[in-house]
């Protein structure tokens, strides 16, 4: 797993990771280094699709079709593959092949979600586009380094100030892939909605 940390007027709230990753048939270094298993035909475990964190203040939930690596969760950070590639379930539910990565962290009073722009400067990526933008979430796709050379440079992006927390996310898919398409973006906004309102008090 490859971390980067920003620095700059937006750092303090952009604490994104990014990993390398591999899934059959797009060569063999898409998942490495994930303890990932390959994926199963054989029996299941059962999916995993939600993880409490921060000491369990905080409930993150999966998008339909992935399930959270119970193997790499810590207390602040979450990586997410479809639940098929975990060997967590038997169907995948139509999902696109990528890893997802989910970063915590308590918000300070007063904090705003930074603008695509903001984030991307802090992350060094170009081509800022697909931007979705609310008062409390911002999701775009970036073009940014790859950190194998079997990802896609297109990544999709996402940061939701979700209760008294700060997620900062991010999808990775194999080049020319549904994931750094359209459908990436789409399952950074169910991440994001399904979270919220899994927190909601």
Same mark, same amino acid.
């Given at each position: ?99 997802? /990565? *989910?970063? @915590?962290?308590?918000?300070?009073? =007063?904090?705003? %979600?930074?603008? #695509?722009?903001?984030? &991307?400067?802090?992350? +060094? ?33 996402? /940061? *939701?100030? @979700?209760?008294?927390?700060?997620? =900062?996310?991010? %999808?990775?898919? #194999?080049?020319?892939? &549904?994931?750094?398409? +359209? ?19």
């Amino acid at each position: 797993m490859i971390t980067w940390t920003c620095k700059g007027p937006a750092a303090a709230i952009i604490a994104l990771s990014l990993l390398a990753g591999c899934d059959e048939g797009q060569g063999p270094a898409f998942l490495d280094g994930l303890n990932l298993p390959a994926a199963t035909t054989g029996p299941t475990t059962a999916p995993v699709t939600e993880a409490q964190m921060m000491g369990k203040g905080f409930t993150l939930v999966a998008p339909k079709g992935y399930c959270i690596d119970p193997k790499n969760l810590t207390a602040r950070f979450a990586i997410m593959a479809r639940c098929d590639v975990l060997g967590q379930s038997n169907t995948s539910r139509g999902a696109p092949l990528g890893i997802i /990565t *989910a970063s @915590i962290s308590p918000a300070k009073p =007063g904090i705003t %979600v930074p603008t #695509p722009d903001q984030s &991307a400067r802090a992350m +060094g990526l170009s081509d800022v586009h697909n931007r979705t933008q609310h008062s409390k979430s911002v999701v775009f796709r970036a073009t940014g380094t790859a950190p194998t050379q079997d990802v896609a440079d297109q990544q999709w992006r996402g /940061t *939701a100030l @979700i209760g008294e927390y700060l997620i =900062g996310l991010a %999808v990775y898919g #194999p080049k020319n892939g &549904a994931a750094v398409s +359209g459908e990436g973006g789409a399952l950074l906004s169910a991440l994001i909605t399904g979270t919220r309102a899994r927190n909601a008090k």
